[in-house]
């Protein structure tokens, strides 16, 4: 009963949370990076983003939008992540409409300001957050905390189908480690590993149905602040599956095995906007 009503309260305060400060904190950082972009410059940074609001209350009252309502399973959870998408799709939409030259260089560019917005408007805030989560787990045997975290994590996201469980990746882990020795190989392949699916998104659902596919990995791409504070009680985060680059799930996998972290998402999105 206690855990029900927390995550009740956790689910409560992150809908508030993305209905309402995230949309405001993504165009407060929003109004100050526009300035960089030199092929916007014709165009007045405010009316530039009363365009972006306009185009984003478009996105919001659509067939599309309210026939995606319908379908939901959890329509509260769905309708707190709607403003912020909209906005983000409106935001790539005008940007890309209003430029005084178009071509694959200034796309990079639009790009790289919606990865560079989204992360300052909300970095912060996600990093403290995770590091609060993992301060108490036990280094010297992270793999049930992480567990029950991670499940815990995946609870408080409403909109998600998530399968969350602690398998043993043996063959996986020796490969990764083909050239150490024998001793090496056989710690490595008694490292459990934290796995989460992610069987349905809704963001993947909502942006894929609004056409908005290709800066999807954007918002995914995010998760390298799990991936970087994982680090911090050793264990690493590999996703090489997600459902925004048109795989069949989206794969959380932790453990302490693991060569590095790797997550597909970031390389892509480093891809798109030219960053080594």
Known sequence: MIKRLKNNLMNSSMNMLLKYYAPFRFNQILKKKLPNLPEQQH???NTLLNEINLEKIKIEQSELTKQFINEQTNP????AWIPFSSLFIASHRVLLK???NMNKEFERKIYKVLKETFFEASGTYTADSIRKQLRSINKQNPVPEVYNLVKD???SFQGWNMTTEIIEEDNVITQERSNSNNASSKRLAEEKTVSLKAH???LNHFFKIHQANKILPIICSFDEFWMKEMEGVGMKFKRTKTLSLDNEYCEFNFS???NKSIDATTEFVKKEINEA
């Not at 509260?76 to 309708?79: K, M, N, R, T, V």
């Open 76 to 79: 509260i959870g769905a309708l």
């Open 98 to 100: 209003n430029s005084n």
């Open 200 to 202: 349905y998104c809704v």
């Open 256 to 258: 302490k095995g693991y």
């Open 153 to 155: 994590s995946g609870n």
């Open 43 to 45: 165009i007045d940074v």
